[in-house]
């Protein structure tokens, strides 16, 4: 059987939460949620190698927001592959965002999440 690979999906909003969790699903991806920032941090810290990719919102409830997630996996896994999410932070990437990364504006279609999170995982590849 085929191992599934594990995305860590940041998302406070349960009806996004919902589609993320689905397009990833229909994507051949596992998806685990976590409603907050300090929850996901807790369990990128807590299970380095599960994870395969982080897929967060920018702005969440709670002292981290989707910036401070990133930057906290990258220190743990420098080329760890991060897709944001937001509605009104689009803006702030090209100064908060971490390299290697993808932003996508919502709304956005689910299809567009499975390929930017595969083309990231992709991106770990040896380039010829």
């Known amino acids: 059987m ?3 690979l594990i995305i860590m999906v940041v998302e406070d909003d349960p009806a996004v939460q919902g589609i993320v969790e689905d397009a990833l699903t229909e994507g051949g991806f596992e998806p685990a949620i976590a409603a907050s ?5 807790t369990l990128l810290q ?12 920018i702005d969440l409830r709670g ?10 996996v ?5 080329e760890f592959p991060v897709t944001y999410m ?12 971490v390299p290697n990364s ?24 040896p380039s010829a």
């Open 102 to 125: 993808v932003l996508l504006t919502k709304p956005f279609a689910p299809a567009q999440l499975v390929t930017a999170v595969s083309s990231l995982l992709n991106k770990g590849a």
């Open 86 to 97: 937001t509605a009104a932070s689009a803006h702030e990437w090209p100064s908060h965002g």
């Open 46 to 57: 807590g299970n380095k190698g599960k994870y395969r990719a982080l897929v967060t919102d």
């Open 63 to 72: 002292r981290i927001n989707g910036w401070e997630i990133a930057k906290r």
């Open 2 to 4: 085929e191992e599934l």
């Open 74 to 78: 990258r220190e743990i896994d420098p």
């Open 37 to 41: 920032g300090e929850e996901a941090v």
